[in-house]
């Protein structure tokens, strides 16, 4: 079993920045792709960026120039730096993982309980 916890969420202005972190720990003997995904209320829960084990990277549209998704292997971390944050960024963040626990076996997703970010002035 692999367990995320997101941190780094919070109240900000419209222009603002904030850093939201992804620790995975558990039982991991590798991890694939980790992604972003948000959720504002009534809404359903969106991709806003994504970032294989190699490094490559894909932004939703509506992120592309202002958010920078990254990673830590040696550590089972996962970042979303956001920039120039909007009030429609307003949502619950959430982190998910593909995780695979032993050497044989298959890949895994994995969610974490999310973090709420809220830009308002």
């Known amino acids: 079993q692999v367990q995320l916890v997101e941190s780094g969420g919070g109240l900000v202005q419209p222009g603002g920045s904030l850093r939201l972190s992804c620790a995975a720990s558990g039982t991991i003997f590798i991890l694939g792709d980790m992604d972003w995904y948000r959720q504002a209320p009534g809404k359903q829960r969106d991709l806003v960026a994504t970032i294989t084990r190699g490094g490559r990277v894909n932004y939703a549209d509506s992120v592309k120039g202002r958010f920078t998704i990254s990673r830590d292997n040696a550590k089972n971390m996962a970042y979303l730096q956001m920039n120039g944050l909007k009030p429609e960024d307003t949502a619950v963040y959430y982190c998910?993982?593909?995780?695979?626990?032993?050497?044989?076996?298959?890949?895994?997703?994995?969610w974490g309980q999310g973090t709420q970010v809220t830009v308002s002035s």
């Open positions: 998910h993982v593909d995780a695979q626990a032993r050497a044989i076996g298959s890949m895994v997703g994995f």
